[in-house]
T-cell receptor, first 114, second 112 residues
Framework: DSGVTQTPKHLITATGQRVTLRCSPR?????VYWYQQSLDQGLQFLIQ???????AKGNILERFSAQQFPDLHSELNLSSLELGDSALYFC?????????????FGPGTRLTVL | LAKTTQPISMDSYEGQEVNITCSHN???????ITWYQQFPSQGPRFIIQ???TKVTNEVASLFIPADRKSSTLSLPRVSLSDTAVYYC?????????????FGPGTRLSVLP
């Protein structure tokens, strides 16, 4: 158990819908990272937040957005969902003062778009 | 961010030492090398990180030659439970402005 929690574990929805994925980082960690992992794309970095501020952007679509709240939990919002958005979505966190490449991943949310 | 290249898959037998090499020819001076392990439907798990020479922890060793253009993850005496995908990640320590690029990883199969 990495200490990072993600809810829900599974989500099934229809095309065109909007969903919100939630992540709570490890206690004391200020950075939150979001990743998408699909069978044909591997692990794709989406976005990073540090203490409420966006710090880095990867391959995040305009239909996707994220935020980090004052209590440091983060939410990833996916809208106008398409079949190709079906994937595992992982959240990771890292501690302040440590390497940003030392990340602790949550168990993931499996999103299925029908 | 340095692009990495790893073998797509490897097979080994229980009790053997496994070495997985990652190439990162355009690694930058400030880049560190980090290895992760991922089991099916689970999040990746940090294994080891290094900058140069050799790093060892209770799980693995990481060998980095002087030119740092490659690195080798060494798993001593593997067991069936080491069957997983192993990713090499190259990046700086700073907490901003990075695009964390995980390659396709190496799928290790440990056979009895």
């Amino acid at each position: 158990d990495s200490g990072v929690t993600q809810t829900p574990k599974h989500l099934i929805t229809a095309t065109g819908q909007r969903v919100t994925l939630r992540c709570s980082p490890r206690s004391g960690d200020l950075s939150v990272y979001w990743y998408q992992q699909s069978l044909d794309q591997g692990l794709q970095f989406l976005i990073q937040y540090y203490n409420g501020e966006e710090r880095a952007k990867g391959n995040i679509l305009e239909r996707f957005s994220a935020q980090q709240f004052p209590d440091l939990h983060s939410e990833l919002n996916l809208s106008s969902l398409e079949l190709g958005d079906s994937a595992l979505y992982f959240c990771a966190s890292s501690a302040p003062g440590t390497s940003a490449t030392t990340q602790y991943f949550g168990p993931g949310t499996r999103l299925t778009v029908l | 961010l340095a692009k990495t290249t790893q073998p797509i898959s490897m097979d080994s037998y229980e009790g053997q030492e496994v070495n997985i090499t990652c190439s990162h020819n355009n690694i930058a001076t400030n880049d560190y090398i980090t290895w992760y392990q991922q089991f099916p439907s689970q999040g990746p798990r940090f294994i080891i990180q290094g900058y140069k020479t050799k790093v060892t922890n209770e799980v693995a060793s990481l060998f980095i030659p002087a030119d740092r253009k490659s690195s080798t993850l060494s798993l001593p005496r593997v067991s069936l439970s080491d069957t997983a995908v192993y990713y090499c990640l190259v990046g700086v320590l700073r907490n901003y402005g990075q695009n964390f690029v995980f390659g396709p990883g190496t799928r290790l199969s440990v056979l009895p």
